[in-house]
């Protein structure tokens, strides 16, 4: 039986995505509806492989834009569990950019969205 700590440790979650065209804008930069599309995806399967438990979405915190994302670049979405209330728990999600022909990485978009466990009847339950 794993503690919350190996728990919290081994639900962390990391997605590689190739900034491509159908992903951009007309500034050349990744959508911020993609970003926050694909944030609220690796949260939830950050959520789900720490509970093991059906989950939904009931709430998403403020969401940073720190740096624009330019196309042609890859980004790293990285799904951390915050902390854990009785039948929720908060994910922090942050995406990296990384160049593609140079080491060059850095943090551009955070935030942070709220998961509740639920039982068959739609109904919440402990999230441990
Ligand atoms: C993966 C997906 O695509 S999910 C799709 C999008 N999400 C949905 O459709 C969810 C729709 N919402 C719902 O079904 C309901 O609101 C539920 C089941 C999530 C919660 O039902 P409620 O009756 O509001 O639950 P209740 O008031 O008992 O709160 C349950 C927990 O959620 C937390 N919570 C409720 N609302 C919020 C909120 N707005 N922000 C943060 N936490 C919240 C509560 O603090 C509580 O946490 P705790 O037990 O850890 O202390």
Same mark, same amino acid.
């Given at each position: 039986m794993s503690t919350i700590e190996e728990r919290i440790a081994g639900a962390e979650t990391r997605i590689f995505k190739a900034v491509f065209p159908n992903t951009t804008n007309h500034y050349d930069t990744l959508f911020g509806g993609t970003a926050m599309q694909l944030m609220d995806e690796v949260a939830f399967i950050t959520a789900t492989r720490f509970s093991r438990k059906k989950v939904v979405t009931v709430s998403s915190d403020? =969401?940073?834009f720190n740096k624009s994302i330019a196309g042609g670049t890859l980004i790293e979405l990285v799904?951390?569990?915050k902390s854990i209330g009785n039948t929720s728990l908060k994910v922090l999600v942050e995406i990296f950019i990384e160049e593609m022909y140079s080491d060059t990485r850095e943090k551009? =978009?955070?935030g942070e969205f709220t998961f509740v466990a639920i039982n068959d009847q739609k109904k919440?339950?402990?999230i441990l």
């Open positions: 403020r =969401i940073d799904g951390t569990i551009a =978009i955070t919440p339950i402990s």
